[in-house]
């Protein structure tokens, strides 16, 4: 990328910024110009490992005119407050999944941002994972035929410190605990990633839902057990299914059949095709295809940074627009209200 980088400034410097300071520190056309937190401790601290301004104050960071672009990395909540601030001080936005916490707070964002003519993009990064890109690829190759089916499936087992400050400790707060804070659990907080490459590469397109969720050994409010069955337009049944709480953990797949085969998402990719032109792979037989990377490494989230700075410069729609993260919330708050109802829900999906 020629010319000069897109100059970012972070708004809030906890667990998953540091992981966006590594990646845009790594990424061609990216610069990091200012950090702001309202923890002043965090603020300094990030601020003081790229030797850039600090601050506590949101005005003070979206005052700065060497800030052309934001990632904001701060609770659900915050999302669309903080992104609308953004939009009407001329800044594009990376805002940390999910979206927002409801279909309202995301339709005011992307139609500030649309106003603003600023660009609003989630990072959902697994779209940029080697894995995730081949599957994409050996689809519209019609390797497994027509899409029938997807299970998403993931079994972890939080430790209790995670719901007081996630994984590392390193900003201490109750908002992943709190449905209004977070939207809800780990169907929206964890499994809401692989809903988004799973449906992208798919081209699936929701219909209805039906599902159950528990709260069954974690002292929050937001679900630690999730189940729904998805209706998808064109016929397929998806089955969706994430838990906060299994003990041994164990558990995580992303597993599409089609009517001439199926694929493991995984590393190796697996790939059973009764097809005998699909390239690199056997006919009628399991194939394993090594494709590199891993699953949320830096290099998916730099690859992010590095495409959205392009889109900026561009000026074309990122890829994981404001719009393409809005569905991942239809189908979620979808499932929610499902849950919440004990009867089957349509999923408020726009193309
Ligand atoms: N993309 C991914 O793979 C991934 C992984 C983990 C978390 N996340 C997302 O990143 C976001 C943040 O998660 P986290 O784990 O870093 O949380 P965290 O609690 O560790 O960090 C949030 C930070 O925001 C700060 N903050 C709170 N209010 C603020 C405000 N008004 N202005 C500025 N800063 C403010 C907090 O002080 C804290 O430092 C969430 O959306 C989460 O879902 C994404």
């Known amino acids: 990328m020629s010319g000069t980088p897109v100059r970012f400034g972070l708004i809030g410097c906890g667990e998953i910024a540091m992981q966006s300071l590594k990646a ?30 600090h601050f506590t104050n949101v005005d003070d960071l979206l005052a700065r005119s060497d800030v052309d672009a934001v990632v904001l990395s701060t609770p659900h909540f915050l999302h669309a407050p903080l992104a609308i601030q953004a939009a009407r001080a001329g800044k594009h936005i990376a805002c940390e999944k999910p979206i927002a916490c409801t279909l309202a707070q ?28 081949k599957t994409k690829a050996l689809l519209e190759a019609g390797a497994i035929g027509k899409i029938i089916r997807y299970q998403i499936h993931i079994a972890a087992d939080k430790p209790e410190s995670y719901w007081s400050g996630g994984y590392t400790g390193r900003a201490k707060s109750d908002w992943r605990q ?20 799973v449906m992208w590469i798919a081209g699936l397109v929701p219909e209805r839902v039906f599902a159950e969720a528990a709260t069954h050994s ?5 679900e630690d057990n999730i189940s729904a069955v998805v209706r998808f337009t064109n016929g397929a049944i998806g089955s969706i299914d994430a838990m906060s709480c299994a003990r041994g953990k164990e558990g995580f797949g992303n597993r599409l059949y089609g009517t001439e085969g199926q694929i493991e998402m995984a590393h190796p990719l697996r790939v059973f095709t009764t097809r005998e032109d699909v390239p690199g792979c056997k006919p009628k037989e399991w194939s394993t295809l090594e494709v590199g990377g891993a699953l949320w490494s830096t290099d998916e989230r730099t690859a992010y940074f590095v495409d959205l700075a392009k889109a900026i410069q561009e000026d074309r729609t990122p890829l994981i627009s404001g719009e393409e993260a809005r569905k991942v919330l239809a189908l979620c708050v979808a499932i929610y209200e499902s849950a919440a109802t004990n009867r089957a829900q349509s999923v408020d999906w726009r193309q």
């Open 24 to 53: 845009l520190q790594a990424a061609e056309g990216c610069a990091v110009t200012a950090v702001q937190d309202v923890v002043a401790d965090l603020a300094r601290d990030t601020g003081a490992k790229l030797g850039v301004a």
């Open 178 to 197: 709190s449905k209004e804070k977070s939207g809800g659990g780990v169907l929206v907080m964890n499994l809401s990633h692989d809903i988004d490459r």
């Open 106 to 133: 995301a339709d005011e964002m992307i139609a500030v941002c649309r106003d603003a003519k600023v660009k609003l993009s989630v990072n959902y990064i697994s779209r940029y994972s080697p894995m995730v890109l």
């Open 218 to 222: 974690t002292p929050v409010e937001v």
